[in-house]
């Protein structure tokens, strides 16, 4: 089973900043990374899927990088609305599985 | 735009199993290229992947859970169930369907809003 470790855990951040998150897999997923956004109360949302592209209506602020075992969800200039938990999650080798989420607080 | 609903019990005897429903609107659940999942979390806590069946009945379970799932499809009804028995406190949480695309490697693009199923007696 591949483990997906997320760093920060928690992340504390103004509107306006730049936020940059992590995901770390045990071994190698490819591409087969996405991000999700999970506001309370909410289901989570598709960000980025394959590492790096871009869901539909997802705003530009919104970036994903990376390879192998190391990505990055990168928000250029944080929205008020962006302030969620986020989730980084492989699709290479099933099961399917999540990081433990990163939590973005103003 | 493929909508997904999920409806069940909200409260579920310790031992006994759990059962939820899965109605999707806007799509065909026998239209090719899809898998049809769930996944749950419980309150305060990350996503598990429980599994996801493919249009062909093919079915896809996380190993930690397999002996007590079984995931189904009702095309007629254009519905699809999660079967989860002996079920304990720790199976307590907000249950979700998804869709997933096949050819993308299982690309989830789609989420119910959401059950919340509680185990106590």
């Known amino acids: 089973e591949v483990l997906l470790t997320q760093s920060p855990a928690t992340l504390s951040l103004s509107p306006g900043e730049r936020a940059t998150l992590f995901c770390r897999a045990s071994q190698s997923v490819s591409r087969y990374l996405d991000w999700f956004q999970q506001r309370p109360g909410q289901a989570p949302r598709l960000l980025i899927y394959?590492?790096?592209n871009r869901a539909t209506g997802i705003p530009a602020r919104f970036s994903g990088s990376g390879s192998g075992t190391d990505f990055t969800l990168t928000i250029s200039s944080l929205e008020p609305e962006d302030f969620a938990v986020y989730y980084c999650q492989q699709r290479s080798i099933w099961p399917d599985g999540f990081g433990q989420g990163t939590k973005l607080e103003i | 735009q493929v909508q997904l609903q999920e409806s069940g019990p909200g409260l579920v005897r310790p031992s006994q199993t759990l059962s939820l429903t899965c109605t999707v609107s806007g799509g065909s659940l026998s239209s090719g290229g899809y898998h049809w999942g769930w996944i749950r979390q419980p309150a305060g806590k990350g996503l598990e992947w429980i599994g996801r069946i493919n249009t062909s009945g093919t079915a896809n379970y996380n190993p930690s859970l397999k002996s007590r799932v079984t995931i189904s499809l009702d095309t007629s009804k254009n519905q699809f169930s999660l079967k989860l028995s002996s079920v304990t406190a720790a199976d307590t949480a907000m249950y979700y369907c998804?869709?997933?695309?096949?050819?993308?490697?299982?690309?989830?693009?789609?989420w119910g809003q959401g059950s919340l199923v509680t185990v106590s007696s």
């Open positions: 394959d590492a790096s």
């Open positions: 998804v869709r997933g695309r096949v050819g993308a490697n299982g690309l989830v693009e789609f």
